[in-house]
């Protein structure tokens, strides 16, 4: 459970002497752990990172819970997933020795498309280990500074603000939560630290994109952000480019408290190459009045099991979690939303819409519970499913376990095609089949794009006509 | 050069139902054509057989622009080459833009040689051109950022169909009752709004029962339609009539497909027995 922070000023966070601008190594060495897991390369992630022992000992208590549990059986299809087989840890320095001629075709096609920058490029296709953007957002990240809010990645966390990172880490996400979330607990590195004071509102956006590194956007993240009362943040992490990794499980965890009245959103959009086990988990904790969101699009990836979760500790507390999920060729994104209601007078919503083609699979995949002395709360619940072609596949698994009878909940579920009508009246005004099925999967996911922020909106929408084009004819 | 677009012999069957039994008809560029009928007699069907719709089987004939025979060709390819139909029921397309679905639509058309992904017309240009077309057609530009014929009226969908219309330019228009169910006023927009549009440049094939839109729209030609062909062909005065007297003259004129409009009304057609699927009736 989180504890109250209010004991901790900014002061105590030592942001007079806090460095922003990009956690970069200074350390030159490469590193490159060998492949598989044991209690040894546990410790040697520790130590590489010059961990404090309570970290160590975190990891190595969350190594052995890993051990001891067993694989999810439902889901997705985890049987070829081999632990044995994965680098647990790479040194930033590493990621260079990838050659921009190893990355697949269709993928630099992709980036050459969405118009990505070439540093860019590079960087996403785990080619090149770092992309300078600080010297551009120096000036915002200083302004952030000033009013006491941290935000840096969580390694440097640990050595900057290890009472504020003590005090958090893992309790809103326990390393016996679930085999992947033990398993990142063992084996984390890099992700985004936020802390926001008391009663600051951030305008803007803050994105994981400007500062992105090598070890931020890694295998095994770990992202920890504190909104502390009456605050209000905005994070935005990921990109709509395929993110290139020749490493096969993504195993990210995200942990959010989002204190009395204040307000997070927190914004997805993953794109993983098709060999990559996504396998994160997230969850929230919205205390009274606060309003916690999650915007999550997935797309990409041969498995994504995600079910981002708010609990909603206090009375007043709202939760909002928006998902898109797009399944194509071999893939099955097994995506959706958790929300319990731990006290009386909460609310959530849920809106899901997926879209399966070529064969994909989408499953939307959510639980709504609330706890017995729960009363009064509101649940609405909305899926959407467009399924593209007759081999491909959505299925719906709502589960509802309410131990109250004052509560309201509403689901509704609809499985869709695109209709022939709509497909004649786009193609009678010029628009190939492709383009027409791709303005109308577009048109379907448009309730949830325009929530995220104008850049990722757009790209979104170019990445689907370009998952839809040559799909068709 | 004067471009046509040709229908020959044209037969047409919906789910194996014989709807259209030997149309031809002629339109060309600078043309205005009226096509009439009575309720069931196949005016639609033409219309959407011209665009190519997939459930629409040519089982005998030719379309025709220019030559280049259209039978074989999706609703995209005839679009590109200058042919454009009104609805009669525009489809609610939710969550698409109107801006964004005309960007697209005009780029790909002025630019019938366009890749999928390539670069559509600039922004400013695009947004430029499409306000003063919606000030001229008197309509709200607020229209552009809404979903295209979402909780749109009657009126609103077929005044965006006539903003398509303007903005794509075709050689060949074709408007399915584009005129019905709409208030009077309505009827004036829409009618001025064609009058404005149509010229020298483009051929147009107008599907009507009332005679504003023909007022506007003086019609060289006037089609008649009974139970799947085109039974008379006359100038603006056989519209007048048809508009004054109704259909009765006409059928007492062509006591065949009088009989065949009958019979298919009460499902029991000499032809639709013979190919019909059972449930289709
Ligand atoms: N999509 C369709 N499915 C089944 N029957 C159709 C379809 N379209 C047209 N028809 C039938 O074809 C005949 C002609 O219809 P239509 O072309 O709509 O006539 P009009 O436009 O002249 O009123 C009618 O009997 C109608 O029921
Ligand atoms: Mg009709």
Known sequence: MATDLSSSTSDDLGIGEYQY???????????????????????????????????????????????????????GDLSHLNFQDIHYY?????????????????????????????????????????????????????????????????????????????EHFGTVIPSFDNKFAALNSAVWSGGSFIYVPKGVEIEFPLQAYFRINSENMGQFERTLIIVDEGASVHYVEGCTAPTYSSESLHSAVVEIIVKRNARCRYTTIQNWSNNVYNLVTKRAMAYGNALMEWVDGNLGSQLTMKYPAIYLMEPGARG???????????????????????????????????????????????????????????????????ILDAESRSDTY????????????????????????QLLYLMSRGLTEAEASAMIVTGFIEPLVKELPMEYAVEMNRLIELQMEGSVG | MVASLKIQDLHVSVEGLPILRGVSLEVRQGEIHALMGPNGSGKSTLAYTLVGHPKYEITQGSIEIDGKPLNELDACERARLGLFLAFQYPIVIPGVKVADFLRHAITNIRNPDRKEGE???????????????????????????????????????????????????????????????????????????LRKLSGPQMGVLIITHHERLLEYNVPQFTHVMLAGKIVETGDASLARELHNEGYSKVRLRHPEEAAEEAARASGRSSEANRTAEPASV
């Not at chain 1, 956690?23 to 040894?40: A, I, P, Q, V, W």
């Not at chain 1, 050459?112 to 551009?136: N, T």
């Not at chain 1, 709502?398 to 009508?421: G, R």
């Open chain 1, 21 to 75: 601008g990009f956690h970069d190594s200074t350390d030159n060495y490469t590193f490159k752990s060998r492949k598989g897991l044991d209690r040894e390369i546990v410790e040697q992630i520790s130590a590489m990172k010059k961990e404090p022992a309570w970290m160590r000992d975190f990891r190595l208590e969350a190594y052995d819970i890993f051990l001891s549990k067993p694989m999810p059986t439902w889901g």
């Open chain 1, 90 to 166: 790479m040194k930033a320095s590493d990621r260079q020795e990838q050659s921009w001629d190893d990355v697949p075709d269709d993928i630099r096609k992709t980036y050459d498309r969405l118009g990505i920058p070439e540093a860019e490029k590079k960087y996403l296709a785990g080619v090149k280990a770092q992309y300078e953007s600080e010297v551009v957002y120096g000036s915002l990240q200083e302004d952030l500074a000033k009013k006491g809010v941290v935000f840096t990645d969580t390694d440097s966390a640990i050595r900057d603000y290890p009472e504020l990172v003590r």
């Open chain 1, 320 to 386: 909002e979690t928006l998902s898109i999920a797009f399944a194509g060729k071999g893939q099955h994104q097994d995506a959706g939303a958790k929300m319990v209601h731990c006290a009386p007078n909460t609310s959530s919503r849920i809106v899901s819409k997926s879209i399966s083609k070529a064969g994909g699979r989408a499953s939307y995949r959510g639980l709504v519970k609330v706890e017995p002395h729960a009363t009064n709360c509101k649940s609405n619940v909305v899926c959407d499913a467009l």
């Open chain 1, 398 to 421: 709502p589960y509802i376990e309410i131990e109250q009878e004052h509560v309201a909940i509403e689901h509704e579920a609809s499985v869709s095609k695109i209709a022939e009508e």
């Open chain 2, 119 to 193: 670069g559509l017309i600039p922004m400013r240009e695009f947004r430029k051109e499409l306000k003063a077309m919606m000030d001229e057609l008197g309509m709200d530009s607020e229209f552009a950022r809404r979903y295209l014929n979402e909780g749109f009226s009657g009126g609103e969908k077929k005044r965006m169909e006539i903003l398509q219309l303007a903005m794509l330019k075709p050689r060949f228009a074709v408007l399915d009752e584009t005129d019905s169910g709409l208030d009077s006023d309505a009827v004036r927009v829409v009618s001025e709004g």
